[in-house]
């Protein structure tokens, strides 16, 4: 079955950087697009995830939310499975809960979440 899980969050102090990493298993990896979302704190009912960032297959094409282009560059090696998503000038309002996402056949898969906390 199709397995993704999130590593590399943790707290950092606003100005730092952070690289999640989401290994991906059950699926051929390399054949998807693949996601980042995240869980903003205290979100209002109804308001959802929030795409961070988005890869082709490939990883030619990119594409970023507003918050966050210029700071947050995904990337993927399709060698190892692997999405990353590299945050720099990370800021409070970062803070939140960070999802790996692939989009299979009309189906979406998650992963558990990790959790990214800026603060001083």
């Known amino acids: 079955q199709v397995q993704l899980v999130e590593s590399g969050g943790g707290l950092v102090q606003p100005g730092g950087s952070l690289r999640l990493n989401c290994t991906a298993s059950g699926f051929t990896f390399s054949n998807y697009a693949m996601n980042w979302y995240r869980q903003l704190p205290r979100q209002p009912p109804g308001k959802g995830r929030e795409?961070?960032?988005?890869?082709?297959?490939?990883?030619?094409?990119?594409l970023y939310g507003d918050s966050v282009k210029g700071r947050f560059t995904i990337s993927r090696d399709d060698s190892k499975n692997t999405l990353y998503l590299q945050m720099n000038d990370l800021k409070v309002e970062d803070t939140a809960v960070y999802y790996c996402n692939a989009p299979i056949s009309g189906t979406s898969h998650w992963g558990q979440g990790s959790q990214v906390t800026v603060s001083s």
């Open positions: 795409l961070v960032a988005a890869i082709g297959r490939g990883g030619v094409h990119t």
